[in-house]
């Protein structure tokens, strides 16, 4: 069978991992890109030795593609999602799946209509704590779950100098969506009520219109509790760029994961780190959750099925932001 030939939309941080991701299959090949900035178009072209576009609706048209990966920020999903799905092209799309529930149910009917796959970027689905958590909820080794928390955090980097974006997304859109997707896929549960709080008070100082933290307090569809905070005013001494930790309380056990030290650290006369090695290449290969992600969207796409993470997810994380973003402007708490 031949390599699956993928389009990717957007070359900047994400679409850039994705190119070179691919790179290392033998299952796909990155054929086109489409960018808008001429900068970044050119040194895709350069480093991949593709096709490119500067707009994803000439490279849907002009390039013969059989499968879409979208890689833009989080507010800009609805045009290419729709024209993708129009092309018939089975998509990978960047988390969170839509930014308001207009572009998302008009996302899911084009999906719908098309019949074609569409999988979300959860990756830390295919994180190893996560899954062997997963599988010790669902086989009922903590017994019933009473309780789950989950903080993911970013460094004042990602805001400040990562993202142009920031001032149009927020530390929900950008991270409490990985933490409420995790939830719902390791316990099952379904969140019905939300209610949260945010500070705006050192981004805004600096120009950038956004919460820096958000907390959420949720309710599940079997009566019990969560608790979901994201945030992106951590100091740059931070080990690492992100901080991830859950806990789960069962009635007969409790798991504690924590993504913050991955086991490794260097230290010198002026600094410490804890660099990630959950990621990165190990004997010359590549691991992680995203490099396996995108390999097993290869592989289901390749084989006509609906790789792990679904439109569905994407779509019911949205409801759920979208009701933390609404309890923030109300001051209560929202249904979901």
């Not at 799309?93 to 207009?102: D, Q, V």
């Not at 084009?110 to 996560?130: H, K, L």
């Amino acid at each position: 069978m031949a390599a699956l030939r993928v389009g990717l939309v957007g070359f900047g941080i994400m679409g850039e991992l994705y190119a070179e991701t691919i790179k290392v299959f033998d299952d796909a090949t990155l054929v086109a890109v489409a960018e808008v900035d001429e900068a970044r178009r050119a040194a895709a072209g350069a480093r991949h030795d593709c096709g490119v576009f500067s707009s994803h609706a000439e490279m849907f048209e002009r390039a013969n593609l059989d499968t879409a990966i979208i890689a833009l920020p989080d507010f800009m999903h609805r045009a290419p999602v729709i024209a993708a799905a129009q092309a018939g092209l089975p998509i990978l799309l960047e988390k969170p799946f839509a930014t308001n529930l207009e572009d998302a149910q008009a996302m899911m009917q084009a999906i719908d209509t098309a019949g074609v796959a569409c999988s979300i970027e959860f990756s830390n689905r295919w994180g190893a704590p996560f899954a062997q958590a997963r599988e010790r909820v669902r086989d009922g080794q903590l017994g019933d779950v009473l309780s789950v928390s989950a903080d993911l955090n970013d460094t004042v980097f990602v805001p400040m100098e990562m993202l142009s974006w920031a001032g149009q997304s927020s530390p929900a859109w950008f991270l409490m969506s990985h933490t409420a997707d995790l939830v719902a896929w390791i316990t099952g549960k379904r969140p019905t009520r939300v209610f949260a709080k945010g500070t705006k008070q050192f981004l805004a100082a600096h120009g950038i219109d956004t919460y820096d933290v958000i907390e959420a307090l949720v309710e599940y569809d079997d009566g019990t509790t969560g608790r979901l905070t994201s945030g992106w005013v951590l100091p740059q001494g931070f080990p690492l760029i992100y901080e991830l930790k859950m806990r789960i309380v069962g009635t007969k056990a409790a798991i504690d994961i924590d993504m913050s030290d991955q086991n490794l650290h260097f230290f010198d006369h002026t600094r410490l780190e804890h660099p990630p090695t959950s990621v990165g290449v190990v004997h010359g290969r590549h691991v992680g959750g995203i490099h396996n992600m995108i390999r097993d969207f290869v592989l289901d796409t390749r084989a006509g099925v609906q790789p792990m993470t679904t439109v569905q997810d994407g779509f019911e994380n949205t409801c759920f932001l979208v009701a933390v973003h609404e309890s923030l402007r109300s001051n209560g708490p929202v249904d979901i």
